[in-house]
C-alpha cells in the first residue's frame, strides 16, 4: 500500500488557520479512543499538521464509520496528555487497520497531577535512543509516574529507554522503560514510564514521601532557629 498525502491547499490552509498544536511524532505510541469509550493501542507512521497516519497495535474489528467520526486521538506530549480529534477515514479498505487523521486539531490538554513530584538527586542508568547507549547520569527531581534526567545530550523527544534507578539504604533499585517527552531548558530530559512494576512504584512513592517528610522537618528546624 502507498501512503499518500492528503487534502491540498484548502486543507494546509485550514490547518496554519487552526494555529500551532502539538502533534505525536512519527513512530510514537499514540491511543485511540472511539466513542464506545475503549483504548485501541496504536503507532504513528506519518505526522505533519494536515494528517496523521496511524496503524492499530492490536487485533480489533474494524473501526465502523460512527467510530471514526468519534475517534480521539490520545498521547502524552510536553504539556501534558493531548486528546485530539479530526477526520478519521481509513484510506485503504484492504488494510482497515491503517487510520488516517485528517485535519488533525487539538480537543483538550490534561495535565496530569496524580503524582507529587520532589526534588531529588539519585544515580540513574538508562539504556536509551535508537542504539540503545548507556548513560551513567543522575535525576533532577522524581515522582510516581517518571523522573527529569541530567547529563542525557543523545536522547531526543520521543525516545525510548530502560532505566534503573538507585534508591537509598541498600534497597533494591528500581527498574522499568519510559519514554522522552520533554526537555527543559538546561538540557534535562523528562521521562514518562511506560512500565514499571508495581511493587517497585510503590517503593518509589514511599521514597517520595521520605524526602517529603525530610523537606518538613528540615522546614520546621530552620523556622525554629530563625526565631
Known amino acids: 500500500m502507498k501512503f499518500g498525502r492528503s487534502g491540498g491547499r484548502g486543507k494546509q490552509q485550514k490547518a496554519a488557520d487552526a494555529g500551532s498544536i502539538e502533534l505525536p511524532r512519527r513512530a510514537e ?8 469509550g475503549a483504548r485501541i493501542p496504536a503507532r504513528v507512521v506519518e505526522s505533519s499538521p494536515q494528517s496523521l497516519l496511524i496503524a492499530i497495535a492490536v487485533h480489533v474489528q474494524p473501526l465502523t464509520t460512527r467510530q471514526l467520526h468519534a475517534l480521539v486521538v490520545e498521547f502524552q506530549g510536553e504539556s501534558g496528555r493531548v486528546h485530539l480529534t479530526g477526520d478519521a477515514v481509513v484510506p485503504d479498505p484492504s488494510e482497515p487497520e491503517v ?8 480537543l483538550d490538554v490534561v495535565q496530569d497531577r496524580e503524582f507529587v513530584r520532589v526534588r531529588s538527586a539519585r544515580p540513574a542508568l538508562v539504556f536509551g535512543g535508537p542504539e540503545l547507549v548507556q548513560i551513567n547520569s543522575y535525576t533532577v527531581d522524581i515522582s510516581g509516574g517518571g ?11 520521543g525516545d525510548r529507554l530502560h532505566f534503573q534507578l538507585d534508591l537509598p539504604d541498600g534497597e ?4 522499568g522503560t519510559g519514554r ?6 538546561q538540557g534535562n530530559r523528562g521521562v514518562v514510564f511506560d512500565e514499571i512494576k508495581e511493587l517497585d512504584r510503590r517503593r518509589l512513592i514511599r521514597y517520595i514521601f521520605d524526602c517529603q517528610r525530610a523537606e518538613l522537618r528540615m522546614g520546621l528546624q530552620v523556622g525554629r532557629h530563625a526565631d
Not at 487510520?99 to 487539538?106: G, H, S
Not at 533494591?172 to 527498574?175: I, K, N, Y
Open 99 to 106: 487510520l488516517r487523521v485528517d485535519e488533525p486539531r487539538a
Open 180 to 185: 522522552v517527552v520533554r526537555i527543559d531548558q
Open 172 to 175: 533494591l533499585a528500581v527498574t
Open 29 to 36: 505510541s499514540v491511543t485511540l479512543v472511539p466513542f464506545t
Open 147 to 157: 523522573f527529569l534526567l541530567a547529563g542525557a545530550d543523545v536522547l531526543q523527544v
